[in-house]
């Protein structure tokens, strides 16, 4: 995997605190797929030292090629603050597609989505190709939650054939009054789903997780860790599992999608 100078396309403010990134990149993206993640370059090789790791929201589209991909991100420190005052023209080196992807087997008549937060991007696009696809699921559930109608991103991207959203702030400034878990909940009593994708804050996933568990319901994770490199070289950031041939595997090379029921919450 090589590093690339992209160009950004645009950076516009999404929500409060979140941002929209549009990068024109040469290559490389064509087959990207909804989980896969890329390491950004912010600033020079020594300030932040590392680069930062953010999903891909998307693939910008020019006539038949890939022509460039998005990101939305939320500012939270010394990278992202610097990332939001890129400007149109700017250059960004970026490595990537990194990692895995969602599966979502065709035999799958019942999804449920579920995002929280700065969840959205791997969600919003794996609901976008699954559109795509040549016979899409004509059923799709997809939850979004935040702590209140500030972090509610992207809700307009899943208006979308076939999908019906759901809403909750704690708060209850926005949608339903509480956890995104709750309505997921009450949508499972109301009928069992196939397979539920999620992503968003480590609570929320474990959450998800204990829900499908106890249900018997397949369920996929993007999950986030502390990334150095993004490709398996500094082994910081291992998460335990119950696979039988490992204890440990790692966010970047062996996930960020793993299966629920395989992580050791
Ligand atoms: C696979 C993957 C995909 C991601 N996708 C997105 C995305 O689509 N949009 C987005 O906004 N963010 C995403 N993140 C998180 C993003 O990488 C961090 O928010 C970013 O690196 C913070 O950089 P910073 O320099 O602004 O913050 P720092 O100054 O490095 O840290 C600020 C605060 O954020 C915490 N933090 C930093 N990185 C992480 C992390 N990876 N997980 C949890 N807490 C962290 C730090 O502990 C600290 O409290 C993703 C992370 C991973 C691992
Ligand atoms: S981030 Fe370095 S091994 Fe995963």
């Known amino acids: 995997m090589i590093a690339q100078d992209t160009v950004v396309l645009w950076n516009r403010p999404e929500a409060q605190g979140y941002f929209r990134l549009g990068l024109a990149c040469s290559s490389g993206f064509d087959s990207a797929k909804p989980g896969q993640f890329v390491m950004v370059r912010i600033g020079s090789e020594v300030d932040p030292l590392l680069r930062r790791p953010f999903s891909l929201l998307g693939l910008i589209h020019e006539q038949d090629r890939v022509a460039g991909i998005e990101i939305l991100f939320k500012v939270v420190g010394k990278g992202t603050d610097r990332l939001s005052r890129c400007k149109v023209g700017d250059r960004l080196s970026v490595i990537g597609p990194l990692g895995n992807t969602f599966l979502v087997p065709e035999t799958c008549r019942r999804l449920i989505l579920v995002a929280g937060g700065v969840g959205v991007p791997p969600i919003r696009f794996l609901a976008h190709r699954l559109l795509a696809q040549e016979e899409p699921l004509r059923r799709c559930l997809v ?17 979308l054939p076939g999908f019906l959203l759901d809403i909750s702030t704690d708060d209850g400034s926005r949608g339903n009054l509480g956890v995104v878990t709750r309505s997921l909940e009450k949508a499972l009593d109301a009928e069992p789903a196939d397979l539920i994708c999620a992503c968003g804050p480590q609570g929320m996933l474990k959450a998800v ?3 499908a568990i106890q249900r018997n319901i397949a369920c996929q994770v993007s999950i986030e860790a502390m990334m150095a490199c993004g490709m398996g070289a500094c082994l910081g950031c291992a998460v335990a599992v119950r696979d039988d041939d490992a204890r440990y595997r790692h966010v970047c090379t062996d996930g960020p999608v793993f299966d629920a029921h395989r992580l050791k919450w």
């Open 143 to 159: 939850f979004v939650g935040g702590r209140s109608k500030e972090d509610l991103v992207c809700l307009t991207e899943f208006d």
């Open 209 to 211: 997780a204990q829900i």
